[in-house]
């Protein structure tokens, strides 16, 4: 592993701020301590810091010495800063000292990570363009952090030419990491099903439209749309996970909903999808003379790799870490990310880091981020924006 040395003498005191941050978790859009921890250690190494972007979101600006910084390229390196509403049980030392809340999904190794490289970026300069280091809320949730920044105007203040994003992973060997080409990570979107139909007496079943009988229909109808009109190419995953219908035995109830997650990897397979969900459900409801209309609830899209831009983080990952480093046989997961919101305004790529086969899973109340990772994650950030920036505009 050829990791940048002088990270690699820092990694206790990374250490420390990474467990100062797991033991004061804070969830979506409350990460007012950590942010301002963050914004402290980024104008203690001389950043030029920007609040304001959702919330609690803040940008370190980072100019290079190597040519005029408005003549080369300036890219984003965004870190996830916030907790989940969940108890920690693992009896750290440095455990959650906030009852409910937990950094059981690594982001308080994600925030010292960027601002170990940011420290090295501050010091060295040795990049020609700007360095952007993003430290987001509010990305567990569904509530967007990384989606809040932008309508913040995150990228109209500041312009990137490309933007990267970098998950801890368990299961995946420390040393290693995965660069998708494509899909790394599937949108999750919500759809309720309205049926609407006409109710009466359960005995006179003629004089109404049965929106019970007409659901029968549609879930059986829906579970053919993947298997049967979907490319066999094609990623989709569709659960219906909710009924509701009726208050009484004898009642036939004048509608039902049906609701349900539509999991989907490409933008296109999922545009099409939430059309023909809506229209499957309501050619079958037809048969009993109901009428759907579909609510969506949009999540997060799926997060999309730039081809060439997973290309070069796979050469960055191959260099540093040795041939065995870069694994290109993961699979993309069902999960969802927001980084996927930049992705789609953006061109980059989104790394998994290992971390480990012994750590536990994200999520997990026994969960501790790997600190022996934040050199190399930290070294990762320094050698892609400086090899990014190091290439011609
Ligand atoms: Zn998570
Ligand atoms: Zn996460």
């Known amino acids: 592993m050829k990791l940048v040395d002088e990270l690699k003498s820092k990694k206790d005191e990374l250490a420390t701020w990474r467990q100062h941050l797991h033991a004061n978790p804070e969830i979506a859009y409350e990460e007012k301590d950590t942010s301002n921890f963050v914004a402290a250690k980024l104008e203690s190494f001389g950043v030029e810091v920007h609040g304001g972007f959702g919330g609690t979101g803040l940008v370190g600006v980072i100019h290079g010495n190597q040519g005029d910084p408005a003549s080369g390229n300036a890219i984003g390196l965004r870190a996830d800063m916030d907790a989940l509403p969940m108890s920690e ?3 750290l030392t440095y455990a959650s000292q906030r009852p409910g809340r937990m950094h059981a999904c690594g982001h308080d190794g994600h925030t010292t990570m960027l601002l170990a490289a940011a420290r090295h970026f501050a010091q060295t300069r040795k990049f020609h363009g700007t360095i952007y280091c993003i430290f987001q809320p509010a990305e567990e949730g569904g509530n967007a952090g990384a989606r809040s920044m932008i309508d913040d105007g995150l990228f109209e203040k500041f312009h990137m030419d490309s933007v990267w994003g970098m998950h801890n992973w368990p299961g995946l060997e420390v040393g290693r990491a995965v660069a998708h080409c494509g899909p790394a990570m599937a949108g999750a979107d919500i759809f309720i099903l309205t049926i609407e139909g006409k109710g009466g007496h359960a005995a006179m079943p003629h004089l109404t439209r049965d929106p019970v009988a007409a659901a029968g229909l549609c879930i059986v109808a829906l579970q053919t749309l993947i298997s049967r009109q979907l490319d066999p190419f094609d990623h989709a995953l569709i659960s219906l996970t909710k009924l509701d219908a009726g208050s009484a035995y004898n009642v036939i109830p004048a509608n039902a909903t049906i609701g349900g997650t539509l999991r ?84 980059g790529a989104y790394i998994w880091l290992g971390a480990g086969l012994e750590s536990e899973n994200l999520h997990s ?20 924006a400086e090899s990014k920036l190091a290439q011609t505009r």
């Open 89 to 91: 049980e693992t009896n």
């Open 264 to 347: 989907t990897m490409e933008a296109d397979t999922r545009l099409r999808m939430i059309r023909d969900i809506e229209a499957v459900a309501q050619n079958a409801a037809a048969t009993v003379g109901c009428n759907v209309s579909m609510e969506l609830r949009p999540g997060y899209p799926p997060t999309l790799n730039h081809e060439v831009d997973a290309l070069f983080a796979r050469d960055i990952i191959a260099d540093m870490l040795g041939p065995n480093g870069l694994e290109t046989g993961m699979k993309p997961v069902m999960g969802a990310e927001d980084f996927s919101f930049m992705l789609n305004q953006k061109p």
């Open 365 to 384: 109340p026994h969960f501790d981020f790997n600190d022996e990772i934040l050199t190399i994650g930290a070294s990762l950030w320094v050698r892609l």
